[in-house]
Structures are given as C-alpha cells and as structure tokens.
C-alpha cells in the first residue's frame, strides 16, 4: 500500500503516473517485497507549482514559528523510531541495531536545525554616512531539489529536509528508489506536525529524468545531491548550467592511519567497527589502513581476527553484525574489486566471496594486503566490505599516499603523539579528521568532502548556510 502512493505533492499522498515502475527488494532474500510507483513529468509538475506555492506561505512564516514545527517533527520522529528503523532494516538490509541508530538520530538532526533556524542572524556594518543603516539579512534561497541515496535513507534525507525548512525554503526531495518506505515515513511525520502544504514534497522517479526536469526549472533555486562522484559532476554540471546553488556530498576513499606509538588493540577494533558498519555502504567508511610497519603485523592480525569473527546475516536477526549489500549489483562490484587485486597480486587475508547458499546479497567481510597501487581498489571507491591494509614508515610518506587520491572526504588516524596528530590534522587534504575515536556527523558538526568527494557541507551551522542568501539593506532617513 504505502509503495502505490508514496508521493507526497501539496500535502497529499498520490501514486506516481508514470509508465515504469521500480521493484523494492528485501536485500536479505533477493525477494521483492513489491512495486514502488514513480513520478512521470506530469506529477513532477505539480509538485513544481506545489513548492512555489509552499515557499511563499513558508518564507513568510516566522523562523520562530517553523521552529516549533520542526521541534513536533522531531519529538515524532523520535515516538515513530522503532517503526522506521524496521522499515530501514527490510529494505536496506543493514542490522536492526544500527537502523535504530539512524533512525533514533532523525530527530536530533531536527532539533538542531530547529534551534539553529532561529539563530540565522544577519549583521549591521558601520556606515559611512551619519543616521545610515547598512544591514545584511539572510533570507532563504527558495525552493530545493534534494536528491538522497539509499545507504542512509533516513539521515541522508532528513538533514536536507531539516536544513531546508529551518532556512525558510521549500523542498522537493527525490528518496531513493530502492529503500523508499523509511523515507515516506519520515515525511509523513513532518506532515503531521504540520508543515503546511507544498512546503515538503517527496518524489521517486527515474533518477536521470528526476534530476534533468527538476535542476532546469526555473522554481528550483538550489541543489543538493549525495551519491556517487559521477553522478554528483554531472548535476553540479547542469546546476552550473542553469546557475542554480549545489551542495555535493559525494564518495571518498578513507585513509585510516595507525601510526607505531598508537593502542593498536583499540584501533584494530574501532578500524573494524567502522569498516563493516552498513557493510561498509558508507561515504566515510575507512577504506585504506596505513599501518606503520613496526606495528603492521600486530594490527593485521588484531583487524583480520575481528573480520573473520563477524556474524553475517540478515539484519533483523538478533545475532548479525554485518547485514548484506543493498542491491545485486554491489556484490557484483564487490567480486570485481577482489578478482582485479589478486591479479593485481594482492593477498586475500579474510573473505573475498560472495556468501553461498543464499538469494540475498551478501559478500564476506574482506581484508587485502599486499595490494600494489595499480589495483582497482586503490583509486575507486569500494563501497562495501572491502579493507585493504598497507605498510608505511614515515609520516611524509604517509601523509602523501593518504592524499594522492582525488577524494577528500574523511580522514582516520591513531596515535599518542600531540605533534604527530596535529600534523595529519593539519596536512590531511579532507574535509574531516577524526583522531583516536569516531567523531563525524553529529548534528552540530560540518559533513563534507574537498576535492572530487564534493563541495558544501551538511550539518553545523555550514548546513543553514547552504539554504540562505545575504540581503544588503542601506538605508538613510530623509
Ligand atoms: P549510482 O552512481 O548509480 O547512484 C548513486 C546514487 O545516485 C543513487 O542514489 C541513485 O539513485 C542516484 N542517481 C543516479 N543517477 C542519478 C541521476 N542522473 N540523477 C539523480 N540521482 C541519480 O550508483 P549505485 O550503484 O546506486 O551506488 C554505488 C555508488 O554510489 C558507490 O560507488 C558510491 O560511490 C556511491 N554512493 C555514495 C553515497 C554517499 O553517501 N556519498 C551513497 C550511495 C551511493
């Protein structure tokens, strides 16, 4: 049922009129679990005009006022969170106990937007001229095409759905079509705290027709897209083209560096938690482990014992620490990386399979080592259950191989050393660092990538940035 209307146009759930359809697939069995209706030109029309029509009534609408329905949209997402993450779980397949995590944290990204919309102060510059004022206002930017992947369907959408309305904008969200019942979820709650109509709408499509139609508009007057590289150049592209605002959050390549003075034990844990959490389906995933070499075999044999250990299953079961990919084709990715680094020479010290025995889309936890440079799972994004861990020695050496890649999104390092880790903090070219723990993506804190891996961020006070524009205001009494 809630796949034959789940688009939500004007304040209203409707099924899309388009011709295709998509098939929702639990990832676990391979099994559909039904027939996702999408959006055709038509229906993206009218939510078009649907968000023209909410900016207006929003804009207008006191920052105070949208703070309160923010905050009821949080305190609902918050009573609805067992009932999101459950769909997260079945759709997207990764273990109820990080679904719960996401989508218990939904609200807390709404609350800090709710707060921060408030504080979206402007300034007054000292005039030249006595009795000016000379003020600057920050006024939202309009109505946003967002455009959320399937890894986090939930708090990938909500930060562009919450950044947007505390700004003062309009929205038209394209969730993803392979995990979409999380999404319909967590719009319905904002609908029920009663943001008026037009101001959130949510589409599925064809993705390419989605972004073409809605970037081209002249009602849409920002952008902002998380997913791939490729498809992230080719909208920043047609954004350029229409001179529309862009947000990109797009893939990275991690380095997590484990320098010799370091708790090797609490690294190799944390290294593996990080890695295979949403296996390993995360732009900030660690992807590389530099090692230094007096510590290398230690923390190859720490991080490959808790690789090897890990429970496999389908993410509703209690016991399962790593859930399957969430489509077919990642498994397919996922065998190309590991038969391309055997050619290449590499080692496989834990997994490289593809689980047998089972329709769902399951790949083992896998760790490389003696991987040469030339492999493919150097320079491309794996995007799974992939580690490779690589010898170094000096810092400089280190340092440069981290940031030889044209990503730069997140960066890991582990040691004692004050000096050593203001130096990765201060020569690692990403847009994040996080130092002996895991700090990234709280609700306060910038998210976003240098270099190819994007540009804007969300989150922190950078994220309301993305949705507003300066107003000059000089005036003079007369
Ligand atoms: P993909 O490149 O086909 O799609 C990535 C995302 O972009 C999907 O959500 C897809 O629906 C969307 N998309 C694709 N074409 C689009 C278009 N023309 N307009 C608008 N949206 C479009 O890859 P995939 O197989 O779905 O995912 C694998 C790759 O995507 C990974 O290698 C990873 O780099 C990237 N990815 C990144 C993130 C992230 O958090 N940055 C999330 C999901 C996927």
């Not at 030249?128 to 990938?156: C, D, K, M, T």
């Not at 080592?369 to 491309?380: G, L, S, Y």
Request: aromatic fraction near 8%; hydrophobic fraction near 45%; charge should be negative.
């Amino acid at each position: 049922m809630i796949l034959n209307t789940p688009l939500l146009i004007d304040g209203a759930w409707r099924a899309g009129t388009h011709a295709q359809r998509a098939t929702v697939r639990d990832p676990a069995t391979g099994a559909a679990l039904g027939e996702l209706t999408l959006a055709s030109e038509q229906d993206m029309a009218l939510a078009l005009e649907a968000a023209q029509r909410g900016f207006e009534i929003w804009r207008k609408t006191s920052a105070y006022e949208r703070s309160k329905v923010l905050g009821r949209a949080a305190d609902l997402l918050r009573e609805r969170a067992e009932t999101i993450a459950q769909l997260i779980t079945k759709e997207q397949g990764k273990p109820l106990a990080e679904a719960r995590v996401e989508a218990g944290g939904a609200g807390d990204h709404v609350d800090w937007y709710a707060e921060e919309g408030r504080r979206a102060y402007g300034r007054v510059i000292p005039p030249r001229q006595r009795g000016a004022r000379q003020i600057v206002l920050r006024e939202p930017v309009g109505p946003v095409a967002a455009f959320s992947p399937w890894n986090f369907p939930v708090s990938q959408l909500v930060r562009k759905i919450a950044g947007a309305l505390a700004a003062g904008c309009s929205i038209i969200a394209k969730g993803p079509e392979e995990t979409p019942s999380s999404c319909i979820e967590m719009c319905r709650a904002f609908q029920d705290a009663g943001v008026p109509a037009g101001v959130l709408n949510l589409l599925f499509g064809v993705p390419a027709e989605v972004s073409s139609f809605l970037i081209r508009s002249e009602v849409i007057r920002k952008v902002s897209f998380t997913g791939s590289v490729p498809v992230g150049r080719s909208l920043g592209a047609l954004a350029a083209q229409h001179l529309k605002r862009c947000t990109l959050e797009l893939g990275g390549h991690a380095p997590f560096i484990v320098c010799d003075d370091a708790d090797i034990e609490a690294a190799a844990a944390l290294g593996a938690s990080l890695k295979f959490r949403n296996a390993g389906q995360v732009c900030a995933s660690p992807t590389r482990f530099f090692v230094q070499s007096s510590a290398y075999d230690a923390f190859v044999s720490a991080f490959a014992s808790q690789a090897a250990r890990l429970v496999v299953g389908a993410g509703a079961a209690a016991e399962t620490q790593m859930g399957p990919l969430a489509h077919a084709r990642r498994v397919d990715a996922m065998a190309g990386f590991v038969a391309d680094a055997r050619e290449c020479g590499a080692t496989v010290q834990v997994g490289g399979e593809r689980v047998a025995g089972t329709d769902g889309f399951f790949f083992q936890p896998t760790v490389l080592v003696d991987v040469p440079d030339h492999a493919r799972v150097m320079r491309d994004e794996p995007f799974g259950p992939i580690a490779t861990v690589l010898r170094f020695d000096t810092l400089d050496e280190v340092i440069a191989r981290a940031n030889a890649l044209p990503y730069g999104l997140a960066a890991f390092a582990f040691t004692r050393s004050i000096a050593t880790a203001t130096r990765l903090a201060d020569d690692l070219e990403c847009g994040m660092v996080s130092i002996n723990h895991f700090g990234l993506a709280a609700p306060e804190t910038p998210f976003g990538g240098w270099k190819d891996s994007g540009y804007g961020s969300e989150g922190g006070s950078e994220g309301l940035d993305a949705y507003l524009q300066p107003k000059f205001v000089s005036q003079i009494g007369i």
